[in-house]
Nanobody
């Protein structure tokens, strides 16, 4: 099982990036999916999550209205569209898969994790 996150990079304040997470060895449609991030010296924090069917999405207050999570189960791929980026969005972003949806906002129930992709927002 592998989750591969990519699409990070260096962007200026106010810019946009689209992260992707390609899954192999598992059927994405069987999992709730989430994006988390970890900034230097900080704990990993919840960013966004999406149910298996893609019908419901959830966001951290800090990214609500700026980020959008989506999935293409046919392509076994998860996405995170990030707009109006701020310096405080700088972090390594991780995608993760879970079969336990009740705590989608916590890293604990996620079964599989991607390796992370670095997003750096500069002024």
């Amino acid at each position: 099982v592998q989750l591969q996150a990519f699409g990070g990079g260096l962007v200026q304040t106010g810019g946009s990036l689209r992260l992707s997470c390609a899954a192999s060895g598992l059927t994405l449609s069987s999992y709730g999916m989430g994006w988390f991030r970890q900034a230097p010296g900080k704990e990993r924090e919840f960013v966004a999550a999406i149910r298996r069917s893609g019908g419901s999405t959830y966001y951290a207050d800090s990214v609500k209205g700026r980020f959008s999570i989506s999935r293409d189960n046919a392509k076994n791929t998860l996405y995170l569209e990030m707009n109006s980026l701020k310096i405080e969005d700088t972090a390594v972003y991780y995608c993760a898969a879970t079969t336990l949806w009740s705590e989608y906002y916590s890293p604990r129930p996620y079964n599989y994790w991607g390796q992370g992709t670095l997003v750096t927002v500069s002024s």
